[in-house]
């Protein structure tokens, strides 16, 4: 039997779950439980170093661990698959997220005082704009520093936007209610769309092969999602 040119066998299947490689997202796997198995660590880091030491020694371990280190292991011809989900690469954002956590209420109050619609923009552009530059012109070399604020600034601008609004509504409170559903299923409707539009109806533009995929993808990942969620409560 073969599904999405993977053999079913279950000792390929254990294997690749646990190092993350089994589908693109499950890198969160192995990701998340080195979190976990440091747990201990954490906590004693927020309750003893202060936030404005520990988070930008966070940003420059992540920072070098994903753009300095790779090029150091290459020059010296060592090849290691695994840096995307290595926890030094995705250090900055547990790190504030736990001092967010530990100072919920005061992040919530701060969040409120504040305006991100101009960053969240111009972030949004300079992230697009270099991210295709980046993959279809030339290599963009400082590209992870802009997603890396990119992805700052939309989590922040997101936390605002939710907290300055008292009543998010029946739809983003369905699609909050079952983000992680979500996450983890998308990638099946990821793997059909491409196959029907690509590989069946051999559609050759890009553009048209992402709009498609994004107008069918989305409506029936998230209507999955509700329809598990729905499922699980009964």
């Known amino acids: 039997m073969v599904f999405f040119a993977y053999p079913f066998d279950v000792s390929f299947i254990l294997k690749h779950f646990i190092v993350g490689s089994l589908a693109p997202h499950t890198y969160f796997v192995p990701l998340i439980m080195q979190f976990f198995i440091l747990y201990p660590l954490w906590k004693l880091m927020v309750k003893k170093v202060k936030p404005y030491i520990a988070i930008p020694v ?21 090849s290691f698959a695994y840096n995307d989900r290595m926890l030094t690469t995705y250090l900055s954002y ?20 504040i ?22 012109i030339r290599y963009i070399s400082y590209l992870n520093v802009i997603h890396c604020l990119y992805c700052f600034i939309t989590i922040f601008f997101l936390f605002t936007v939710f907290v300055k609004t008292s009543a998010p509504g029946k739809l983003l409170k369905t699609i909050d209610n079952t983000s992680y559903t979500i996450y983890l299923c998308h990638m099946l409707f990821v793997f059909v769309a491409e196959g029907v539009f690509s590989k069946i109806l051999c559609i050759q533009s890009n553009l048209l092969l ?6 069918s993808v989305y ?16």
């Open 219 to 234: 409506p029936l990942t998230i209507f999955t999602s509700y329809i598990i969620k729905r499922l699980q409560a009964r």
């Open 94 to 113: 547990w790190v504030v997220g736990c001092y967010i956590g530990a100072n919920y209420e005061g992040f919530k109050t701060f969040l409120s005082k």
């Open 58 to 78: 966070a940003v420059i371990i992540s920072l070098f661990a994903e753009n300095i280190l790779p090029v150091i292991l290459y020059q010296k011809g060592i």
């Open 210 to 215: 992402f709009t498609l995929m994004a107008i």
């Open 115 to 136: 305006r991100l619609y101009i960053p969240f923009a111009v972030l949004s552009l300079l992230n697009i704009y270099f991210s295709y530059i980046n993959y279809n």
